[in-house]
């Protein structure tokens, strides 16, 4: 904050002292030229008063050249003109050297209307020349001229008090710069990062778009952490819940080998038990690493690019529903019969663009779940079609049902509905995690409606752009 307010003391300062100078400057200049004016006026005055004196006293002695010696004029310049411009005398300078005057304003004026003036500024030191000139009463001219200091003497005269006030300048913006750097940075320093928006009522105008940005930012940063723990937490529950699901079957196998090796189970149809068992724990091995090896492909495809998404998962394509349910419901034909359940499908034309293996993923997980958690006896159907421009999948069944504090639940890893029977009932518990992120990966969104005892029904909605771009595709 010290730097900061250094930077701002020096920005301050520089603004003050700049405008100071401009000030001092333009002022300088303005006063100048007003002086400058007003010695002119004053010595045009003067000269023509003094012109008027010469001009009686040389009409009243009939030798003009000894009244022109004998007149105490300090600082002016007499000159005696003849009607043809030659000079007869002048108080400086050799008449016999002097050039002819009669092309002079002020001379041909003064021949003409009786008397005129004018002013000549030098070309060295901006001094000006005032020539005030009369006509006598025999015809010849009179002129007197007086040096007169010009703009740039003036100005120079002033060089002294001019940087007496350039020195007052830059002491007053120093002292100015500090108070008014504190007196801006001052709210500022009064910012609480934690709670910006509390800072609003006392903070400039110009700083409140600021710390509203602040407060989002840090808000969303909240969040971000919050996700990060629940991402945490949820790797440390999946690691325990992977680690718990993977011994169960392995030491289930390991047993049953480990019993058969020893020739502990010598009758022959033991054996065939024991290897059945085997086998539907391998299975079910099997199934918990494939489940695992799908929900780490698809956060994979979230974390990554499209690149990614389609070297992991696979790239998109018009996926077309009804054909989809069918493929399905050959699969699962069997395991419904086993179950005692009947299973349907009631598909409309829909088609959505998206990848194959997970829309699969998505419906066989929902269909076999329906199976497996339904009373003897049920049913389950799955549908198909377009509602709104949208398509949609649905699998309905009429079995055990879900709690309601459990519908926002029964999508995450390992979480189980029936907890008693759940081991009987097979499953990795990781079905309905991979439907959630198969529809999420497709923008879709998932609908449960459900009663304990009654029944669930779940419908997945993609957007109406999935039908659109499988428009385009086909275009």
Same mark, same amino acid.
């Given at each position: ?130 020539? /005030? ?24 005269? %002033? ?50 778009? %600021? ?46 080998? /480990? ?21 539907? /724990?391998? $299975? ?15 956060? /994979? ?52 663009? $998206? ?26 159907? %799955?549908?198909? $079609?377009?509602?709104? $421009? ?78 659109? %771009? ?6």
């Amino acid at each position: 904050m010290n730097v900061t307010h250094r930077s701002l003391s020096r920005r301050v300062f520089a603004t003050v002292f700049t405008v100071a100078m401009v000030v001092v400057a333009v002022f300088s200049l303005a006063g100048t030229a007003y002086v400058q004016n007003r010695l002119v006026a004053l010595a045009h005055e003067e000269l023509d008063s003094q012109v008027d004196v010469v001009a009686a006293a040389l009409n009243s002695m009939p030798d003009d050249k000894i009244i022109l010696r004998n007149l105490p004029l300090r600082n002016t310049r007499i000159t005696l003109i003849d009607t043809d411009g030659t000079v007869l005398y002048d108080t400086e300078a050799d008449p016999a050297d002097m050039p002819n005057h009669a092309d002079r304003p002020e001379v041909i004026r003064a021949f003409e209307e009786g008397r005129g003036n004018s002013e000549r500024s030098s070309s060295t030191l901006g001094e000006v020349m005032l020539y /005030e000139a009369i006509r006598l009463d025999n015809g010849t001219v009179v002129r007197l001229a007086q040096e007169q200091a010009g703009f740039l003497s003036i100005l120079s005269s %002033m060089i002294l008090p001019l940087l007496g006030l350039v020195a007052l300048g830059a002491l007053v913006s120093v002292i100015a710069a500090r108070v008014e750097s504190r007196a801006i940075i001052a709210p500022l320093r009064a910012v609480d990062l934690d709670h910006p928006i509390r800072n609003v009522e006392n903070a400039y105008a110009e700083m409140i778009p %600021m710390l509203e940005r602040i407060e989002t930012q840090r808000q969303e940063l909240k969040r971000q952490m919050r996700v990060l723990a629940d991402n945490d937490r949820m790797r440390r529950e999946f690691t325990a819940n992977i680690t718990h699901e993977l011994k169960t079957p392995l030491t289930a196998i390991s047993g049953y080998a /480990e019993l058969i090796a020893s020739g502990m189970v010598a009758d022959e149809a033991d054996q065939r038990d024991f290897a059945r068992r085997i086998h539907k /724990e391998a $299975g079910r091995l099997t199934a918990l690493v494939n489940d695992i090896l799908t929900l780490s492909s698809l956060d /994979e495809a979230e974390r990554g690019d499209a690149e990614v998404t389609n070297s992991v998962l696979g790239s998109r394509e018009p996926v077309d529903l009804p054909r989809m349910l069918d493929t399905v419901y050959h699969r699962l034909e069997t395991v419904a019969d086993v179950s005692g359940i009947t299973l349907a499908v009631k598909s409309e034309p829909a088609i959505v663009f $998206g990848v194959p293996r997970l829309l699969d993923e998505l419906v066989y997980n929902l269909a076999s779940n329906a199976i497996r958690y339904n009373k003897p006896n049920g049913s389950v159907t %799955m549908r198909c $079609g377009v509602e709104d $421009g949208k398509p949609f999948v649905s699998v309905e069944d009429t079995g055990i049902g879900i709690a309601p504090e459990e519908q926002d639940k029964v999508f995450e890893r390992f979480y189980r509905v029936d907890k008693s029977r759940s081991k009987a009932r097979g499953g990795t518990g990781l079905g309905l995690a991979i439907v959630k992120h198969a529809a999420m990966f497709h923008d879709a969104t998932i609908e449960v409606d459900s009663a304990l005892g009654e029944g669930t029904k779940v419908i997945v909605r993609f957007p109406a752009e999935s039908m659109l %771009m499988e428009g385009i595709v086909q275009q």
